[in-house]
């Protein structure tokens, strides 16, 4: 990548890891699916692929989304907000399930009379996306 | 704030700053406005008063949404991720500007051709939100 084509790049504000927040909301619905985070690799690698890569914070690792489940998400656009420190992706969740426990999106919960009260079903079981091994 | 009422704050995973990254997305459009951070005394009066407040990094302070621009943003629904480190809390927005630019939201640039291009429009002049002295 030349320097001109990497500017957009050099203009996130990453924090002190060097990541930035990135929402990942459903293109069709305007669902927010998740929240994970992005170094420069995983941005940049988003960017060009059309499909979304995390660092994954605890495997300390580029993630790209979906490559053990198949739940791939495919860029729609990638938006930044007016300080650059956080970016929000549109994306196609393939398969309809963003998260690791089976959920459509790791948003399932919902504050209820104080408790977080799950609203929202598992929709595939992590067993039959992960396998047993999991 | 009983021990018990207190629970549900208690689940949330705070980051080593005692923070959460917190989405606003308006209840009305769906649109992603803005990602701020809150602390647990943010999140509490949040819950308890029905409107926003974040933590304000730059200023080391809690900071009620709207407080000098008026543009507070009315809670509907606050929703936790599967591994309770992210917030995302459904809004309506007083005044229809979030963000402190003038902007409607402040996700107002996405890539294109590798540049970060403005394709949303200044709503209200910062000069006339903050005045003069901002």
């Not at 690791?100 to 999106?105: A, L």
């Amino acid at each position: 990548m030349s320097d001109r084509d990497d500017r957009w790049l050099g203009e996130v504000r990453w924090n002190a890891d060097g990541l930035v927040p990135a929402i990942a909301q459903e293109a069709g619905t305007g669902r927010v699916l998740t929240l994970a985070w992005m170094n420069h690799e995983a941005l940049a690698t988003t960017a060009r692929t059309g499909e979304v890569h995390y660092w994954s914070r605890s495997r300390r690792a580029l993630w790209k989304k979906g490559e053990t489940s198949g739940h791939v998400q495919k860029v729609k656009d990638i938006r930044i907000d007016c300080d650059a420190d956080a970016v929000l992706v549109s994306v196609e969740q393939v398969g309809g399930v963003a998260c690791h426990t089976g959920h459509g999106r790791c948003f399932y919960r919902t504050l209820v009379d104080g408790v977080w009260r799950e609203d929202e079903p598992v929709l595939k079981d992590p067993v039959a996306i992960y396998g047993e091994g999991r």
